[in-house]
């Protein structure tokens, strides 16, 4: 019975994310369009994170495309060798989204992979990264970039609003 409640919460939750919480498709930023295999990455991610959140009885983030710019810029950064692979200049990010939006926790998560599921898996696999995922956040947004080598950096803040 338990497993047929979670499958079937799970399904809501996808509605939802679907209809309500569902990260953009398209469209440009202050950087210029995104590639289209960075915003699928990017929708993966975002899709993942919140279904593994509703198995383990956490409400779903909701997309934010402010805080996916912050992330996006990171991820483009890294991609171009601009900036070191991990957490660099994070609190300036947070600063920027601070401006906009009144916050009391935020975090991030940084992994580079293949692809967006190799990405998630390692994520859910790390304590810390996976103790991100389950935190009490309301708002989220990710960002994609791939190297000339073909590696995809992803780049998820998640925080708190007041």
């Given at each position: 019975m338990r497993v047929l409640f979670l499958v079937f919460s799970l399904a809501v939750s996808l509605a939802c994310i679907g209809g309500v919480a569902q990260a953009p498709r398209g469209g440009?930023?202050?950087?210029g369009a995104e590639p289209s295999s960075s915003l699928e990455a990017e929708q993966e991610l975002?899709?993942?994170?919140?279904?593994?959140?509703?198995?383990?009885?956490?409400?779903?983030?909701?997309?934010?495309?402010?805080?996916?710019?912050?992330a996006r810029g990171h991820s483009r950064d890294m991609a171009s060798g601009a900036a070191p692979r991990g957490h660099a200049g994070f609190e300036a990010r947070v600063a920027e989204i601070r401006k906009h939006i009144p916050i009391s926790a935020w975090a991030e998560n940084v992994v580079g992979e293949r692809n967006a599921d190799e990405a998630f898996g390692r994520l859910v696999e790390s304590r810390s990264h996976r103790r991100n995922l389950e935190?009490?956040?309301?708002?989220?947004?990710?960002?994609?970039?791939?190297?000339?080598?073909?590696?995809?950096?992803?780049?998820?803040?998640?925080?708190?609003?007041?």
């Open positions: 440009s930023s202050a950087r975002f899709d993942r994170v919140n279904a593994y959140r509703v198995t383990k009885g956490l409400t779903i983030l909701h997309w934010s495309d402010l805080i996916a710019e912050q935190r009490d956040f309301d708002l989220t947004g990710v960002g994609a970039a791939t190297d000339s080598q073909g590696l995809l950096y992803l780049t998820q803040i998640f925080v708190k609003s007041k």
